[in-house]
């Protein structure tokens, strides 16, 4: 576990270095620079096309960056989701991507794959060695939906599970990877008041095991209490970065989005 | 269907029940009379007294009707039989379904056969009418839920049960084995299938699929026996054992292919090429006279190099198009089918080396002799003579377990789960750190490697290798066998195969028009039942997305049965 791991008040966790991302002549990120120290909570804020998701997607290697380097604890990621997701860095959806006819369960345990071994030979005989890990791949998975609250969900179908409960699976998911550090792209939306605060109970329960992690949100109640520190994206730039206070009285924010003209005289309040 | 079945309850009212009830014993007596005079048509329907072949399967049904009916009302129905047999008036409906087709393809057959209808014997007629009263006095009946069996047997019960039945099957696949006449052969599968269908409106079909389901192991180590069993019952003759030796050659070579389409969802259409890569090896360092390696390792060594070449095969064709999406791997893959036969009818020395004889392939392959035991000679176990398909059948029942042993445990490791992920959503599972493309190719490489296994035997079975063996039809067959009986399962892929390989043998006469009879059976499975004859739970949410019904139902079923041992 990544908590016992002796580390430095401040140590950075994930650098992003000059991300930029072109589609054409399309700038969708342009230039951001991004750090998450351990143990943050980090809000990635910004109006609808601000590049958010585009960004989390180069952060995770769903896009190779035009320019830019990404690197978690010191060590360059290379653009490939997979080694992504062994590196330590592990993501959630946007929209929800479950394996929909599979458990619960089975979802979560496919989230271990990647910290475990068995081959294919291992898998047919069977021996001793393959059974242990076999459980353990189990009961892990089995604590992990306990910790985000699924643990009587176990055996249904991710698809046939409730909207929230699905975010949470997903959440679980990725966290069976052993991240250092989890990226959930919009975790509360769609759910309500009640689903919201039980989300942010869940994410600083996840802080507490000595995750660091990103959140993207249009929710700014839910962000401004959560975060420790908001990144605010505009057209895929970074318009200001800071603590709750600075982002919430910074004007541009506001303006950009609430835009200019009329809401500008009322923007002060 | 509906819509006539609520015309036919309100013309006929509460008489449904008494016309059924007759049509049944209309049948029943009309089995005792001569069908027609020509004894030497459909096994001898002649005789006055004494019922045969399709007279016989008529009875049975027709008693059992008799059965359904009265649990269904009358005075035996409250009591003892309806609480028995909750299920009484779907399961008469069904038997007036298959005896309207048990009765009247025998009727037609007859009536072809003699050139019309007047050759068919008043019984004949009486069985014919009954059997058109029963099916429109059953569509009648009320309806009656499927029942669910919650008997709560001690499991060395459920382990006799589950016996018994698959003694049954072995029972049934032996006669029908048997049945010379095309016509009966048909007639005794339709009355097969109405029986099935029937134990599935009692609701037994399902309480033995719970039961198999529980007691995994016994059952397939049963199967197993049951199918170790098959020689014994053919008297020593090969002609059975020839269908059924091909059977398995085929089912083991399904089975590998189901990995690749069934688990790992890449669709491959050159598969038969693996088949054909083991099987060149096996004929190539054979002991043939024909060939031009003169090196004749033991047997299990060819095994392991045929199944090898095939694997690398896999290897080859898969790492460049394994990274792009599924239409161009199974585009590669048709053409790799074809540049296998194309290749393989080249290599005759006129244009490189002289490996294959070209067209003429490699003849007069020996018969296989591991460890003194040979596979050409007849052995005579327990007074029972056992010939050459018989030895092959054996070593061939062998290959097939250690397949589906791979093939289920591999399902359920993480490997499967790997690939189960990847079919579900791809890019996921990337993200969720499964390394994809190894996955697919491991899935590829496997399923070669099983091909190729089953190949090197089957030259020796076939006793020649030529390319025309392994054209693109064969490749469709196979995928044909996974998807009629079920991609993602064993008992489908199995019961596919059995279907796709003994029709066409049996049904000789028939054979200008076995594609065509081919393509209306896929035609119907797949807008019936596109999950395929045993589909695998996961297939069956996938491809009737909308049922919600459905999915609550199979919940329980997908989390007992699928989920990784505790």
């Known amino acids: ?269 | 269907m509906s819509a006539i079945d609520s015309w036919l309850r309100r013309t006929l009212g509460r008489a449904g029940w008494p016309i059924a009830l007759a049509g049944a014993v209309l049948m029943a007596v009309g089995t005792f009379l001569s069908w027609t005079y020509d004894p030497n048509i459909v096994e001898n329907l002649t005789i006055y007294l004494y019922p045969a072949g399709p007279q016989v399967y008529t009875l049975i049904l027709a008693l059992l009707a008799v059965v359904m009916l009265l649990a269904v009302r009358g005075p035996l129905a409250t009591r003892p039989l309806g609480s028995l047999l909750p299920g009484g008036a779907g399961a008469a409906r069904t038997a007036g379904v298959f005896s309207v087709l048990v009765v009247w393809l025998i009727l037609v057959s007859i009536a072809v056969q003699l050139h019309g209808f007047v050759n068919i014997d008043p019984g004949g007629w009486v069985s014919g009418v009954g059997a058109l009263a029963l099916f429109v006095g059953s569509r009648a009946l009320p309806d009656s839920p499927r029942p669910v069996l919650d008997w709560r047997l001690p499991s060395a019960v459920q382990i006799i049960l589950i016996a018994v039945a698959l003694l049954l099957v072995l029972t049934a696949a032996a006669y029908a084995l048997n049945r010379s006449d095309a016509w009966v052969f048909i007639d005794f599968l339709l009355f097969l299938a109405g029986v099935v269908l029937m134990s599935r409106n009692l609701g037994i079909l399902g309480y033995l699929a719970d039961a198999t389901a529980r007691l995994r192991r016994v059952t397939l180590l049963a199967a197993f026996i049951v199918a170790f069993l098959f020689p014994f019952t053919q008297n020593g003759s090969d002609a059975n054992m020839s269908i059924a030796t091909q059977v398995l050659i085929f089912a083991t070579t399904a089975i590998g292919l189901n990995i690749v389409v069934g688990l790992a969802g890449l669709l491959d259409l050159g598969y038969i090429a693996f088949l054909g890569s083991g099987a060149y090896v096996g004929a190539i360092l054979s002991a043939s006279a024909f060939t031009h390696i003169h090196w004749h390792p033991p047997f299990l060594v060819v095994v392991l190099i045929g199944a090898c070449v095939a694997a690398c095969f896999g290897l080859i064709i898969g790492s460049p198009t394994l990274r792009v999406s599924g239409d161009y791997l199974a585009i590669v893959t048709l053409a790799f089918g074809e540049i296998f036969r194309l290749t393989m009818n080249n290599l005759d020395g006129s244009n490189g080396p002289d490996l294959t004889n070209g067209p003429n392939g490699i003849p007069a392959i020996p018969d296989l002799r591991i460890g003194g035991f040979d596979f050409g000679e007849p052995h005579t176990v327990l007074g029972i003579e056992l010939g050459r398909f018989a030895n092959y059948y054996f070593l061939l029942l062998v290959v097939i377990a250690f397949v589906v042993l791979a093939f289920a445990r591999m399902n359920d490791s993480r490997i499967g789960r790997g690939w189960v992920a990847i079919r579900e959503d791809e890019r996921a599972a990337e993200a969720m750190g499964v390394n994809t493309f190894s996955l697919k190719l491991l899935a590829f490489a496997g399923g070669a490697f099983l091909a190729g296994l089953a190949g090197t035997i089957k030259a020796h079975h076939d006793v020649s290798v030529t390319p025309d063996q392994y054209q693109f039809l064969e490749s469709a067959f196979l995928l044909s066998a996974v998807v009629l009986g079920g991609m993602g399962t064993v008992g489908g892929v199995l019961l596919g195969a059995v279907i796709l390989k003994l029709l066409p043998e049996k049904l000789r006469f028939f054979s200008d028009y076995r594609l065509l009879l081919f393509g209306l059976l896929l035609v119907v499975m797949m807008r019936f039942r596109p999950e395929g004859m045993l589909a695998s739970r996961r297939r069956q949410l996938e491809l009737h997305e909308e049922d919600e019904e459905l999915a609550e139902e199979l919940e329980g079923q997908v989390a007992d049965v699928e989920v990784a041992p505790r």
Not at chain 1, 152 to 158: K, P, S, V
Not at chain 1, 168 to 181: F, H, N, Q, V
């Open chain 1, 1 to 269: 576990m990544t908590a016992t791991e002796p580390v430095t008040e401040t140590a950075t966790v994930l650098q992003a270095q000059s991300i930029t991302m072109r589609f054409g002549g399309l700038v969708a990120v342009n230039n951001v620079d991004f750090d998450v120290n351990d143990r943050e909570i980090v809000g990635l804020i910004g109006p609808n096309g601000a590049g958010k998701t585009t960004f989390f997607n180069c952060l995770t290697g769903m896009y190779r960056p035009t320019r830019g380097t990404v690197s978690y604890r010191g060590r360059r990621l290379p653009p490939q989701p997979r080694l992504v997701a062994r590196a330590g860095v592990a993501r959630t959806f946007q929209n929800i991507r479950l394996f929909g006819n599979m458990t619960a369960l089975e979802n979560v345990m496919v989230g271990r794959y990647c910290r475990t071994k068995s081959g294919v030979l291992t898998s047919i005989i069977r021996g001793p060695r393959y059974r242990r890990e076999e459980r353990e791949t189990v009961e892990r998975s089995r604590e992990l939906l306990d910790f985000v609250g699924l643990g009587r969900n176990a055996d249904h179908l991710a698809r046939n599970l409730p909207y929230g409960d699905q975010r949470r699976l997903e959440i679980a998911r990725a966290m069976a990877t052993d991240p250092g550090l989890l990226l959930l792209d919009e975790p509360t939306a769609g759910m309500n008041a009640q689903e919201t605060a039980q989300a942010s109970q869940l994410i600083f329960a996840i802080r507490e095991r000595g995750l660091a992690v990103v959140v993207i949100e249009h929710d700014m109640r839910f962000i401004f209490r959560l975060c420790d520190r908001i990144t605010c994206l505009v057209r895929g730039e970074k318009l200001v970065e800071g603590t709750a206070d600075v982002v919430q009285s910074d004007e541009r924010v506001i303006e950009a989005y609430l835009g200019t003209g009329p809401a500008k005289a009322e923007g002060g309040r």
